[in-house]
């Protein structure tokens, strides 16, 4: 006797932006984003790992044109590539990440701008090695609440309170902006005072000083760019694990990405450190406005956006 089987519609996966097959085709978009929910050394509030769900979702409520630059930026293209799963990296860890760093390898080497979206900060260990391998000159542009100079916590270096440290000694040049700080260790401040590295620290309490065009200045004319969203103000964003009062706004953190786009070759981005909050959209929203934000300024020249609106 035949088993009857019912025929199945196969789902579609689901793009950021809700785009179609024109704009988010693997082969043709000049942008991928990739999904890397890993959680494992949070040391506060969790739920980074639900962050890329989230930040998908609410993507698909975003309008698609952009107001300031009077553009679409959808149009270069923005693929979703396969979600990553990444091994729990420990002390004992020889290669952390590694599943990160060949997707982002992969990318780099067809000619794609890979945006890699956490889930916890230390996952940056990841794409930023890739990038280095492609680019030895490579600096990193970090928004950050904390100094994360750790060089462990519970004795695991591949924590996200280490995250700078990690990200410094993978540079074979080492160079970093942190903007948006407004914490930090006494075994931190030991440490910056011991071996003066070539890391800026741009205090929150500061704001006023800022000169967007002089931080980015410090930096090489390859750049990485590393955004935990700690470091917005708790008030915009306080789907946070680890929630530091005094942040950046909006404009602010708008401001510093334009000028960095505007002035070097950003080559890879990750956002990390969502913690949806149940029923609170609003800052899920923002992290996926701000992904297709970034894109619209890394991709300007590419959609004729001229200096008006720059």
Known sequence: MAVATQNKKVQKQATFFGLSEEHSSDETSQAVIISAPYENTSSYGRGSKNGPKAILDASQQVEHFDEELWCEPFRVGIATATEIKCAAATAETENPFSELTDAVRHQLNRGKFPIVLGGEHSISIGPVRACVEKFPDLSILQVNAHAAMRQSRDGNPYCQSAISYNLYKLMPKPAMATVGVRSISAEEVEWLEKEEPNINLYWARQYKTWNFGDIVNTLSDNVYLTIDVDGLDSSIMPATGTPEPGGM????????????????????ADIVELSPIPKMHAPDFLVAKLLYKLIGYRFALELGVTKKYL
């Open 249 to 268: 706004s909006w404009y602010h953190l708008m401001d510093l990405i334009k000028t960095l786009c505007v002035r070097k070759n950003v080559v890879g």
